[in-house]
Protein backbone atom coordinates (compact mmCIF):
# COMPACT_ATOMS: atom_id res chain seq x y z
CA UNK A 1 0.00 0.00 0.00
CA UNK A 2 1.46 3.36 -1.13
CA UNK A 3 -0.06 6.60 -0.63
CA UNK A 4 1.05 9.81 -1.31
CA UNK A 5 -0.15 13.09 -0.15
CA UNK A 6 1.17 16.43 0.85
CA UNK A 7 4.90 14.85 1.63
CA UNK A 8 2.97 12.14 3.70
CA UNK A 9 3.54 8.49 2.46
CA UNK A 10 2.32 5.02 4.18
CA UNK A 11 4.35 1.94 2.91
CA UNK A 12 2.98 -0.87 4.14
CA UNK A 13 1.28 0.50 6.77
CA UNK A 14 4.03 0.71 9.14
CA UNK A 15 2.98 4.55 9.36
CA UNK A 16 -0.60 3.53 11.20
CA UNK A 17 1.01 0.86 13.12
CA UNK A 18 3.06 3.96 15.05
CA UNK A 19 0.21 6.19 15.11
CA UNK A 20 -2.17 3.81 16.73
CA UNK A 21 0.75 2.96 18.95
CA UNK A 22 1.19 6.61 19.72
CA UNK A 23 -2.13 6.86 20.30
CA UNK A 24 -2.18 3.69 22.62
CA UNK A 25 0.35 5.55 24.97
CA UNK A 26 -1.20 8.64 25.07
CA UNK A 27 -4.76 7.14 25.95
CA UNK A 28 -3.02 5.26 28.87
CA UNK A 29 -1.15 8.33 29.92
CA UNK A 30 -4.87 10.04 30.17
CA UNK A 31 -6.11 7.17 31.89
CA UNK A 32 -3.15 8.03 34.70
CA UNK A 33 -3.73 11.95 34.68
CA UNK A 34 -4.98 12.60 37.95
CA UNK A 35 -4.80 16.35 37.33
CA UNK A 36 -8.30 16.99 35.94
CA UNK A 37 -9.74 15.84 39.01
CA UNK A 38 -9.09 19.20 40.60
CA UNK A 39 -10.48 20.76 37.42
CA UNK A 40 -13.33 18.93 37.85
CA UNK A 41 -13.71 20.16 41.58
CA UNK A 42 -13.56 23.48 40.52
CA UNK A 43 -16.01 23.37 38.28
CA UNK A 44 -18.61 21.67 40.89
CA UNK A 45 -17.85 24.71 42.92
CA UNK A 46 -18.30 27.66 40.06
CA UNK A 47 -22.31 25.42 38.86
CA UNK A 48 -23.08 25.55 42.78
CA UNK A 49 -22.17 29.79 43.49
CA UNK A 50 -24.10 30.17 40.11
CA UNK A 51 -27.16 28.09 41.51
CA UNK A 52 -26.53 30.09 44.57
CA UNK A 53 -26.26 33.42 42.36
CA UNK A 54 -29.57 32.65 40.42
CA UNK A 55 -31.96 31.91 43.32
CA UNK A 56 -30.81 35.07 45.71
CA UNK A 57 -31.12 37.13 42.38
CA UNK A 58 -34.45 35.48 41.95
CA UNK A 59 -35.39 36.43 45.52
CA UNK A 60 -33.64 40.09 45.43
CA UNK A 61 -36.22 40.82 41.73
CA UNK A 62 -39.34 39.48 44.05
CA UNK A 63 -38.83 41.52 47.17
CA UNK A 64 -37.91 44.84 44.66
CA UNK A 65 -41.09 43.93 42.77
CA UNK A 66 -42.95 44.12 46.29
CA UNK A 67 -41.27 47.32 47.31
CA UNK A 68 -42.06 49.44 44.09
CA UNK A 69 -45.87 47.44 44.36
CA UNK A 70 -45.82 48.96 47.45
CA UNK A 71 -44.48 52.71 47.02
CA UNK A 72 -47.11 52.45 43.94
CA UNK A 73 -49.70 51.68 45.71
CA UNK A 74 -49.35 54.32 48.29
CA UNK A 75 -48.86 56.60 46.24
CA UNK A 76 -51.86 56.36 44.11
Known amino acids: MRINRENTSIVGGSRM ?19 GQDLVE ?9 IA ?3 SSQKVAL ?10 TNLA
Open 17 to 35: RHGLRKLAVKLQRLTNWTD
Open 53 to 55: AVV
Open 63 to 72: TVTTIFTNVS
Open 42 to 50: YALIISLFS
